[in-house]
């Protein structure tokens, strides 16, 4: 693995996934890429930009899924969290956590989304560090 594109995508499920996406890009400014919905107006699946990293969300569906896990927290690296924070208050976000500065040198904020996953917002912009790693190897095998 050599590229220098993200490779964790984190995934989401939503009880409204298009209200969650109105609500992500309206409060949070996160771009809808792409939007793949159903002819019953669920989401299939949906990419949401936040400069080059992509989160995926969908709809939940009746039936149970592994990937239902419940509420998550995310934390989205941003250059101006005042700014940030001002846009999200203005859409109506619950701010769980007030802008801070925190000992490590980040001014974060954080606000929960309307089904309940904590989205964090800061300076705070930790490097994968160790040159290029290639991806794990399978069970059994060395590494």
Same mark, same amino acid.
């Given at each position: 693995?050599?590229?220098?594109?993200?490779?964790?995508?984190?995934?989401?499920?939503?009880?409204?996934?298009?209200?969650?996406?109105?609500?992500?890009?309206?409060?949070?400014?996160?771009?809808?890429?792409?939007?793949?919905?159903?002819?019953?107006?669920?989401?299939?699946?949906?990419?949401?930009?936040?400069?080059?990293?992509?989160?995926?969300?969908?709809? +939940?569906? /009746? #039936?149970?899924? *592994?990937?239902?896990? $419940? =509420?998550?927290?995310?934390?989205?690296?941003?250059? &101006?969290?005042?700014?940030?924070?001002?846009?999200?208050?203005?859409?109506?976000?619950?701010?769980?956590?007030?802008?801070?500065?925190?000992?490590?040198?980040?001014?974060?904020?954080?606000? +929960?989304? /309307? #089904?309940?996953? *904590?989205?964090?917002? $800061? =300076?705070?912009?930790?490097?994968?560090?160790?040159? &290029?790693?290639?991806?794990?190897?399978?069970?059994?095998?060395?590494?």
């Amino acid at each position: 693995m050599t590229s220098a594109a993200p490779s964790i995508y984190p995934t989401l499920r939503y009880d409204d996934a298009p209200a969650a996406i109105r609500f992500l890009t309206t409060a949070f400014g996160l771009v809808a890429q792409e939007v793949d919905e159903g002819s019953d107006k669920t989401v299939n699946h949906a990419l949401l930009r936040h400069g080059p990293s992509l989160v995926m969300l969908s709809s +939940r569906r /009746p #039936e149970p899924s *592994v990937f239902d896990q $419940g =509420t998550c927290c995310l934390y989205l690296a941003v250059d &101006d969290p005042d700014a940030h924070h001002a846009r999200a208050v203005a859409a109506g976000a619950e701010i769980v956590s007030e802008l801070t500065n925190l000992p490590y040198g980040s001014r974060e904020y954080a606000a +929960r989304d /309307p #089904e309940g996953n *904590v989205w964090a917002f $800061g =300076t705070y912009r930790p490097a994968a560090t160790g040159g &290029d790693h290639p991806d794990p190897a399978p069970p059994g095998q060395p590494s």
